[in-house]
């Protein structure tokens, strides 16, 4: 059972940043591990954001030129670093974990709780 660790969501006005941080832990990982972000905003049905391996790396289009995903494999985490934030990002974000990459939330095995990134316009 892997265990994901969130931190970094607040509050922040459009055109700002926010670092979100996601630590998994708890068993031996493959070396193909993928860790995502989706997000959900009220009302509406969870969303892929990002998504990296080893081997690479996706960003849905919406959040293309203002996020970044990166990891620290030593540490086994993951950062969305997000720039240039919109109201429209609005949402609670969620860090997940699967041992394929994927950008499909049905196919990923471990899921974080959610950390809530409001930006005011």
């Known amino acids: 059972q892997v265990q994901l660790v969130e931190s970094g969501g607040g509050l922040v006005q459009a055109g700002g940043s926010l670092r979100l941080s996601c630590a998994a832990s708890?068993?031996?990982?493959?070396?193909?591990?993928?860790m995502g972000w989706f997000r959900q905003a009220p009302g509406k049905e969870r969303e892929f954001v990002a998504a990296i391996s080893s081997l690479r790396s996706a960003l849905t289009d919406a959040v293309k030129g203002r996020f970044t995903i990166y990891r620290d494999n030593n540490k086994n985490t993951v950062y969305l670093q997000m720039n240039s934030l919109k109201p429209d990002d609005t949402a609670v974000y969620y860090c997940?974990?699967?041992?394929?990459?994927?950008?499909?939330?049905?196919?990923?095995?471990?899921w974080g709780q959610g950390t809530q990134v409001t930006v005011s316009s």
């Open positions: 708890g068993r031996t990982f493959r070396s193909t591990y993928t």
């Open positions: 997940a974990f699967n041992d394929l990459f994927s950008i499909r939330a049905t196919e990923y095995d471990c």
